[in-house]
């Protein structure tokens, strides 16, 4: 695909999917589809993931050093969901860039222009990732169910930012309008997910030694354990893209002079 094209793509503000997607009728044939996939992206997956994560990480745990935060500590867990949420906003739209040309095109996802798309969608992205986690965590506070509902109806913002991009305002509305119906659906995907997001972290950083565990090597391994969380990127993304063929996609915003 000529160069041109592809940096119409940052000119006019959002990707095109230019391919067939499957449906997304099964919870089981879309998390095998979504191994397939992120194993076949796996060294892309890594290196994007590794390029954003890693130098934060080891310099959070400088900082953190210098400053006597312990290493087990609330302030030392604060610290690390924050930075996940701020670096996974620049890491997330980067990867999703990097699949679609993969499955539009079978070739090797582009780093450079995958990181430029991250950048380019990094506060969009972190500003509707924290209204999730705001209205997630409200929901949740009240009782449990509601917490989970307002987690399914809102599992594609991060895809819409990073596939719509300029074409759509209203993220969780849209994320909304996309998983209405289909809760179920989603929930059967994102059970297994979540237990293996939370069991996995929980055993590695238990066999380095936990918060005993040297600083640098606290860092390198959340970063390497950020690269398995791109798993829920691959999935969301299928999801996504198994989803929007039946429904009204977003149209461009119109020029108010026309």
Same mark, same amino acid.
């Given at each position: 695909m000529p160069a041109r094209v592809k940096e119409s793509e940052f000119e006019r503000g959002y990707l095109?999917?230019? *391919?067939?997607?499957q449906r997304f009728d099964s919870a089981w044939n879309l998390l095998l589809l979504s191994a397939r996939v992120y194993f076949s992206n796996f060294p892309f997956l890594a290196t994007v993931t590794l390029i954003v994560f890693l130098p934060a990480k080891l310099a959070i745990q400088l900082v953190s050093d210098s400053l006597d935060v312990p290493k087990g500590g609330l302030a030392a867990y604060l610290t690390m969901d924050l930075s996940d949420l701020v670096l996974g906003a620049l890491a997330v739209p980067a990867a999703i860039y990097g699949l679609l040309e993969r499955l539009r095109s079978g070739k090797a996802p582009p780093l450079t222009r995958s990181l430029r798309w991250g950048w380019r969608q990094w506060g969009k992205t972190l500003w509707n990732k924290l209204k999730v986690e705001i209205t997630v965590t409200l929901?949740?506070?009240? *009782?449990?169910?509601?917490g989970i509902i307002a987690m399914v109806r809102l599992v594609f913002?991060?895809?819409?930012?990073?596939?719509?991009?300029?074409?759509?305002?209203?993220?969780?509305e849209r994320s909304r309008d996309l998983s209405r119906g289909i809760g179920w659906r989603i929930f059967a995907v994102l059970v297994p997910v979540m237990i293996v997001e939370l069991a996995v972290p929980l055993l590695i950083l238990d066999a380095i030694g936990g918060s005993s565990a040297p600083r640098p090597l606290i860092a390198t391994v959340d970063s390497l354990l950020s690269i398995g969380g791109q798993w829920s990127t691959v999935i969301v993304l299928l999801m996504y893209l198994g989803v929007i063929p039946a429904t009204r996609p977003a149209q461009p915003k119109r020029s108010a002079a026309r």
């Open positions: 095109e999917i230019g *391919f067939p997607s929901w949740g506070a009240l *009782f449990l169910i509601p913002t991060d895809a819409i930012v990073a596939v719509e991009a300029d074409k759509v305002t209203a993220v969780l």
